[in-house]
């Protein structure tokens, strides 16, 4: 099987022709490609220099972006995608390999208790974790690591749901979750990276909620809004129960209750169902 690394860069020169250094003393990969995701630096040339290929952004897209685009020109069986910035060992690119001719179609580098990641981070990637566990009923160790191995041909199928931003690893491992893919994980430890960051505290407090809606979106979407309906639901009884023991009356707030919760029931019932179309396939597919 012929095997691809991805690479998304944006103004990586610190890191990024050490990576591909790396990477080819392997000698186990056909081909490297380099996403320059509009650097204002000498990325490309640097990238360039060291003997990947590289597609240029003429601006910056975002992580997601550069990932479908790097996930379309691959020409492997496999794709390896990993960070260029240092923090990914491309001596782990062997473990994911080994995993995949296993037989697993989706291999995560599951991030070891000791790489680098401030205590925030580290919080929130286990409420990630404990939430997507819950909600695909199978064991997530690292959600949003974005060094993984998958089977090119079925990471395609999900490009188009891929956001243009960080998330496209929870977007990915979820969907292969719910198309009933295999999916595997390796221990790694992620070193701290070279250069400066571009996570920004204010926009991934942002991301932090709207990816958690995007899990329970992405998945069953019913497994979210059916707990909260049902608290509803004894609020509104036990409200209910109160009021018509010690007032003789049933209140507006009872009515409140009782229709919020049947809304968000209805909701979602009907998630769940554009949910599943998203995941069909056209039938002409089949034959």
């Not at 205590?119 to 286990?126: D, K, W, Y």
């Not at 250069?195 to 329970?216: E, M, N, Q, Y």
């Not at 409200?239 to 018509?244: E, I």
């Not at 049933?250 to 909701?267: K, R, V």
């Amino acid at each position: 099987m012929a095997i691809s690394v991805v690479l998304p860069a944006k103004n990586e020169s610190g890191a990024i022709g050490q990576t591909i250094e790396r990477i080819q003393e392997l000698q186990l990969v056909d081909e490297i490609i380099v996403i320059n995701d509009g650097s204002t630096d000498n990325t490309q040339d640097i990238a360039e220099t060291a003997g990947a290929k590289v597609i240029t952004h003429p601006y910056s897209k975002g992580n997601g972006a550069a990932i479908k685009t790097g996930a379309r020109n691959a020409t492997g069986d496999i794709i390896i995608f990993m960070d260029a910035d240092g923090q990914h060992d491309p001596n782990d690119i062997k473990k994911l390999i080994e995993k995949i001719e296993q037989g697993y179609d989706l291999v995560v580098g599951a991030r070891q208790k000791g790489s680098q990641a401030s205590v925030g981070r580290g919080v929130a990637n286990s409420l990630y974790n404990n939430l997507a566990t819950y909600m695909s009923d199978h064991k997530v160790e690292d959600l949003t690591s974005g060094f993984r191995a998958v089977r090119a041909e079925k990471f395609r199928e999900f490009v188009y749901l891929l956001p243009n931003g960080f998330s496209y690893p929870t977007t990915s491992t979820m969907a292969f979750f719910r198309a009933g893919y295999s999916v595997t994980y390796v221990p790694i430890h992620a070193a701290k990276r070279i250069g400066k960051s571009h996570i920004h505290p204010v926009k991934d407090s942002v991301r932090f909620f709207l990816i958690i809606f995007k899990i329970a979106t992405l998945y069953s979407p019913l497994k979210m809004f059916l707990p909260i309906a049902v608290l509803l639901f004894m609020m509104a009884t036990g409200w209910y129960g109160y009021t018509l023991y010690e007032y003789q009356r049933f209140t507006n707030m009872s009515a409140l209750l009782y229709t919020g919760s049947i809304m968000i029931f209805l909701m979602g019932l009907i998630s769940e169902q554009i949910t599943a179309l998203m995941y069909k396939k056209d039938e002409r597919d089949l034959f």
